[in-house]
């Protein structure tokens, strides 16, 4: 009876002159070299693409496929299906060839929408979804002992003619799409469509409670021989399958114009392709569910991965396509939470570690470029290029719909790379890729990328993923201190070096990003200055060297800003607060950064100097006189130090200048005739004096740059009493002696 029906289905075959025969089963690992080469979603087929038949062979089948139809074939064929599927299961019906052969016809009969909806009345759909499973109770894994090589790739390849008959029966047809959303079956396809990686993850377990030692490279014993090619060649043909739900993957995968590509995307009804998007990002979802739900390892298993990526690589692919080509899809991918799934550990930290399965052989099969079964994967700057790639193109996809001209609201967009941002942010690299995205959305969608990182507050988490990164830095470089024994020439070495370059590359890029924003938003500095987070996380950032000349350049471009209302004054009493607390930062005990500290005190004199009355208040106000005089109180250095001695008496000065409150609350904190500072400035000058201190003190007794060759007026008192003070100490010293009476020529009393 067997023998008949394949005879029957043969000659309904014949004559509609497809391209399949009894004898000829194609092979998963045969299909590989076919592949096109070409840098778009790759349709892996066993046949040759539709466009080499010729016009009369196609008016040929088109019209036998009209007859077929008319002589209820359809009905027949189904039914058919029906029964193999049910001798399968009952184990009555294990040969595989009647399956193909009935599909492949049942594939060129449901290709129009009559045809569809036909099917779709006498439950053809259903038929093909359960087809999808396991069509056999033999092929379960306490059986598997019986299954040859041959009869896997035949079951293997069974289920992709399935998904692909399943495709063409719904594809174009909303009606019968939404037979697959309903009754609970989008669960059942996502269980279909996973059950090979999960029928090797349990034979895995069952010969781990037997101690057997199992690879993907080779899995032993007599059932399996699973090779890496093998299974990666069938993760590319389901995901092809998978996606030609949305797009024809047999005309766009042979097709290198993109504007043909378009105008196929276009040629699709847009309410199908609506539901489809939909339809695939749910099934995603619960795919990946069932991944996790069925793999007791924290680290999965490499076959899942290699599964997993494919499917993500290509759907990611398809995706960008669809919305490139119909922008108005994008509220659709939104609803049904496309970033939520892409940015997830499903997706874009999906089995990322150092021992991933290397992906970068899903490319290459695409291009032709498998030479060997065995991959190697013990290379981590390997691991860095192949991990990246579902990473990179979950990026590509999001920067492309949130800089989209029909997108005037991308804040989803936008939190979706700052979560991902935050998440990753211990890797530099991974970092970097995503500062440089969100520098691209804000160049290309200013407008609408201004409002979302007004309402996300995206520079300040940017400015703490800048700080996180300058802190390792500085972990960095104590490790390196501590360590003196690590040689420059070790790999721990050279693996702490180039850590610290991608570091510190990121910090720059985060910085990077906040100059940009300020320059181009109009209120962008305002912001920031009533930003407490922001101004805390720029002040961090101030101790990291490399960076700290353009830290600077920001601080001061606040300091600035003109004080409009009282909010304004508020915050740069902060500012002024904040860059106080610097100045002893970097004076902390065994961590004294004389220069950073003398390059606090120049530009803060510089910051009075744009406004003198204004500044000298605020900083009073601020407790700056007792972290300017403790600067002084510690270990000097006669040779380094002096510098600092002297900016801090010229600092004072500039603070005193003209304002009788500040030198009244000076002389209350430091004594009349300045006697604490006198104490501290004794206490360096062990040794004799030099005539830089001289011109210090000078200028502080009459407020201004003191010149020997102008009549000047003595306008603070104290500091007289400071002078003739130190004066007294060091009357000895020949350089200050020579001056003394040239100086009194010059000083009177006001």
Do not use: M, P
């Given at each position: 009876m067997l023998n008949i029906l394949v005879c029957i289905i043969t000659i309904i075959s014949n004559f509609m002159k497809l391209d399949i025969t009894v004898g000829r089963i194609p092979h998963i690992t045969d299909t590989t070299k076919h592949t096109p080469s070409c840098n778009h979603l790759a349709a892996v087929t066993s046949s040759s693409p539709d466009r080499t038949i010729s016009?009369?062979?196609?008016?040929?089948?088109?019209?036998a496929t009209v007859l077929v139809m008319e002589a209820r074939c359809v009905n027949w064929l189904v039914e058919l299906l029906h029964t193999v599927q049910r001798l399968n299961l009952k184990e009555q019906c294990i040969d595989l060839s009647l399956h193909f052969i009935t599909l492949c016809i049942l594939r060129s009969t449901v290709s129009g929408t009559r045809a569809q909806?036909?099917?779709?009345?006498?439950?053809?759909?259903?038929?093909?979804?359960?087809?999808l499973g396991l069509p056999s109770s033999k092929f379960s894994v306490p059986r598997q002992s019986s299954i040859s090589k041959n009869e896997r790739d035949e079951i293997l390849l069974l289920q992709i003619q399935y998904l692909q008959?399943?495709?063409?029966?719904?594809?174009?047809?909303?009606?019968?799409?939404?037979?697959?959303?309903?009754?609970?079956?989008?669960?059942?396809?996502a269980n279909c469509i996973c059950w090979p990686a999960f029928m090797i993850q349990m034979f895995h377990w069952q010969n781990d409670s037997t101690k057997a030692s199992l690879t993907l490279d080779s899995v032993s014993g007599p059932t399996y021989s699973l090779d890496r090619t093998e299974w990666i060649d069938y993760s590319i043909k389901l995901s092809n399958a998978f996606c030609s739900f949305v797009l024809p993957s047999e005309d766009i995968g042979?097709?290198?114009?993109?504007?043909?590509?378009?105008?196929?995307?276009?040629s699709i009804p847009l309410a199908y392709l609506e539901q489809s998007v939909r339809w695939i990002i749910r099934i995603l979802m619960t795919v990946f569910l069932c991944i996790r739900a069925c793999t007791k390892e924290t680290e999965l298993p490499h076959h899942i991965k290699i599964f997993a990526k494919t499917l993500q690589y290509y759907v990611i692919r398809m995706f960008k396509r669809v919305l490139i080509s119909t922008p108005a899809l994008l509220p659709a991918f939104r609803e049904e939470g496309v970033w939520d799934l892409l940015f997830s550990g499903n997706f874009f930290y999906f089995g990322s570690s150092i021992e991933d399965t290397c992906f970068h052989t899903v490319t290459d099969i695409q291009n032709g470029n498998v030479s060997s079964n065995r991959i190697s994967i013990h290379s981590e700057s390997l691991y860095r290029t192949d991990v990246k790639i579902l990473q990179v193109e979950a990026i590509s996809f999001l920067e492309f719909a949130a800089t989209l001209h029909e997108n005037t609201y991308n804040m989803p967009e936008c939190s979706a790379l700052l979560d991902a941002l935050e998440h990753c942010i211990s890797d530099p690299l991974l970092v970097s890729t995503l500062l440089k995205s969100f520098r691209?959305?804000?160049?290309?969608?200013?407008?609408?990328?201004?409002?979302?990182?007004e309402s996300l507050d995206v520079i300040t988490r940017v400015l703490k993923a800048a700080c996180r990164q300058a802190q390792e830095l500085r972990n960095f470089s104590n490790f390196l201190c501590s360590n003196v024994s690590i040689s420059q020439d070790s790999s721990q070495f050279k693996n702490i070096e180039g850590r610290t370059e991608d570091t510190l590359i990121c910090t720059e890029l985060a910085l990077s990003l906040f100059m940009e924003y300020v320059t181009i938003s109009i209120d962008g500095r305002i912001l920031v200055l009533h930003n407490a987070d922001c101004i805390d996380c720029l002040f961090d950032l101030f101790h990291?060297?490399?960076?700290?000349?353009?830290?600077?350049?920001?601080?001061?471009?606040?300091f600035r800003l003109p004080s409009s209302s009282a909010?304004?004054?508020?915050?740069?009493?902060?500012?002024?607060?904040?860059?106080?607390?610097?100045?002893?930062?970097?004076?902390?005990?065994?961590k004294v950064n004389t220069e950073l500290l003398i390059d606090l005190l120049v530009n803060m004199r510089e910051i009075i100097m744009m406004d003198h009355m204004y500044y000298q208040n605020l900083f009073r106000d601020e407790g700056c006189f007792l972290h300017i005089i403790s600067l002084l109180n510690g270990n000097f250095n006669k040779v380094t130090d002096e510098r600092l001695v002297l900016n801090v008496l010229q600092t004072l000065t500039l603070l005193l200048e003209g304002n009788d409150a500040s030198k009244g609350a000076f002389r209350l904190l430091v004594g009349a005739g300045y006697q604490t500072l006198q104490s501290l400035i004794l206490d360096f000058y062990k040794w004799s004096p030099s005539g830089r201190l001289l011109d210090a003190l000078l200028s502080m007794l009459v407020d201004c740059k003191f010149k020997l060759d102008e009549k000047t007026t003595i306008k603070n008192e104290d500091a007289v009493v400071l002078l003739l003070n130190i004066l007294q100490k060091h009357v000895t010293s020949a350089l200050w002696a020579c001056n003394l009476t040239a100086v009194a020529q010059t000083i009177h009393y006001k």
């Open positions: 016009d009369t062979l196609r008016h040929w089948q088109q019209k909806n036909h099917l779709r009345s006498i439950g053809g759909l259903e038929i093909l979804l359960d087809g008959t399943l495709s063409e029966a719904v594809f174009g047809n909303v009606n019968n799409l939404q037979i697959l959303f309903e009754n609970g079956r989008v669960h059942k396809f042979y097709c290198s114009d993109e504007i043909a590509v378009s105008q196929i995307v276009l691209v959305i804000l160049q290309l969608a200013t407008e609408h990328t201004l409002a979302s990182f990291e060297q490399n960076i700290r000349e353009h830290v600077l350049e920001q601080v001061l471009a606040l909010e304004d004054h508020t915050a740069k009493l902060q500012l002024c607060s904040k860059y106080l607390e610097n100045l002893a930062r970097a004076n902390e005990k065994e």
